[in-house]
């Protein structure tokens, strides 16, 4: 399952903080319909996305409803992206087998 959206960089802070995409609402329902025959536990989505020319595997985590897409620095760096940044992403759900 391939789908593209827009979304803002958005900053979690906990202990340290971390970078997320949150996928928007009709990207989420899609993933929904898959997501147990995808996740592995947790309920979290494993998936393949690309922002820019920056291709990296992750797994969607779950919250409110629909998910965030977790954005390394590895990504984010030679991208330049900061909070608020509005992203594009490519994203396919990895589906086992």
């Known amino acids: 399952m391939r789908m593209v959206f827009a979304s803002q960089v958005i900053e979690w802070r906990g202990p ?14 899609d993933v929904r319909q898959v997501a147990s025959a995808a996740t592995y ?10 922002i820019g020319e920056v291709t990296f595997e992750t797994s969607l985590f779950p919250r409110e409803g629909g998910y965030l897409l977790p954005v390394k620095n590895a ?4 991208l330049g992206l900061v ?15």
């Open 16 to 29: 340290a903080p971390f970078y997320f995409v949150p996928v928007p609402e009709e990207p989420s329902a």
């Open 75 to 78: 990504v984010r760096t030679p």
């Open 83 to 97: 909070t608020g940044d509005e992203v594009t992403v490519e994203m396919t759900v990895r589906l086992p087998g």
């Open 41 to 50: 536990g947790w309920g979290v989505v494993p998936v393949e996305a690309s």
